[in-house]
Nanobody
């Protein structure tokens, strides 16, 4: 699976952004998809994950109620809708793919990665 993330940009606190991750490869519909982020000087952290069918979603506590992960298997695309953005959301956001949901929060369990898209939230 090859992944291409897009949709990042510079926004103000309280604004919204929608990230997209386009996948190529016939195994996309069977893959668990995740979003991770990495802020300058910090480790990569889990943001959200979605099962292959889309019926199960998971979020890190700091984004619950603000971010929504979704997927369209017909378009081979996963999305991250980010609302009420905060300066602490500033990071490079990466999409990733793997098989299986066990340890969905662990970036080392993901096999495929996109190139990242930068989100900058000004106060």
């Amino acid at each position: 699976v090859q992944l291409q993330a897009s949709g990042g940009g510079l926004v103000q606190a309280g604004d919204s952004l929608r990230l997209s991750c386009a996948a190529s490869g016939r195994t996309f519909s069977g893959s668990v998809m995740g979003w991770f982020r990495q802020a300058p000087g910090k480790e990569r952290e889990f943001v959200a994950a979605i099962s292959w069918s889309g019926d199960r979603t998971y979020y890190t506590d700091s984004v619950k109620g603000r971010f929504t992960i979704s997927r369209d298997n017909a378009k081979n695309t996963v999305y991250l809708q980010m609302n009420s953005l905060k300066p602490e959301d500033t990071a490079v956001y990466y999409c990733a793919a793997r098989s299986g949901l066990q340890y969905y929060w662990d970036y080392e369990k993901y096999h495929y990665w996109g190139q990242g898209t930068l989100v900058t939230v000004s106060s």
